[in-house]
């Protein structure tokens, strides 16, 4: 009889181990960490234990990303209220600005708006060039990673050349892309491409709907 003889047989007759009792205390096998004999019992007792230990790991996991993401939802509710709240243009900048620098600490933070009924003094009606509009244009959701064009990376002044990573988040009206809001840092992995983006966008449609109220 080979082990696969045994197998088979031990599935096609589940209650073998009731019916003879006796031969769990006698059956020995190795302990997983000190190589000592240990009955069958104490195996399973020890495989229990490990899967007890993965499942409290995973649940303290998911409490965590829980919590954190509380938090950020936290965050993005008061941007929302200063946004709701802004009665102007510069109150719209200031609020994106401030929450996003200080309540999410985003190191560096700007945006451009173009195709705009009315425009305002300031960077962020400067002209835009080209392939930033179809770069904006073509995305469907918010970019992470690497800067994928320099001209970008230029609205962070002075910091631009340190910038190894930036979130650009499309600014619509309706399908219709009218400005980019761009975070940048110089950690390359604080936006990294796998990240999620659902805040992100969320973001991107606050800034945009307050936007449009003064710019039209």
Known sequence: MNPSDIIAFLKENPDFFDRHSSLLADLQVTHPHTGQA???TERQLLALR???????????????FG?????????????SL???????????????YVHLRE????????????NSVLSRGGPEFLPVAEDIRFFAGDLVEPHCGPPPLREITLWFGPASRLMRSV???PLRRDEQTFGLL??????????YAEM????????????????????G
Not at 82 to 96: C, G, K, N, P, V
Not at 182 to 191: N, V
Request: include cysteine; hydrophobic fraction near 45%.
């Open 103 to 114: 309540d999410f600490a985003v190191p560096h933070v700007a945006f451009r708006v173009w």
């Open 196 to 215: 999620g983006t659902l805040y992100l966008t969320r973001i991107g449609e606050m800034v945009s709907c307050a936007l449009r109220r003064q710019l």
């Open 167 to 169: 979130a650009l988040v």
């Open 182 to 191: 761009a975070m940048g840092s110089e950690d390359p992995e604080r936006f």
């Open 82 to 96: 200063s946004l709701l709240e802004a009665e102007d243009f510069e109150s719209i900048r200031q609020a994106t």
């Open 38 to 40: 240990i009955s069958l």
């Open 50 to 64: 490990g899967r007890i230990a993965h499942l409290e790991d995973k649940f303290a996991e998911l409490l965590g």
């Open 67 to 79: 919590e954190e993401n509380d938090g950020i939802s936290t965050k993005v509710h008061r941007l």
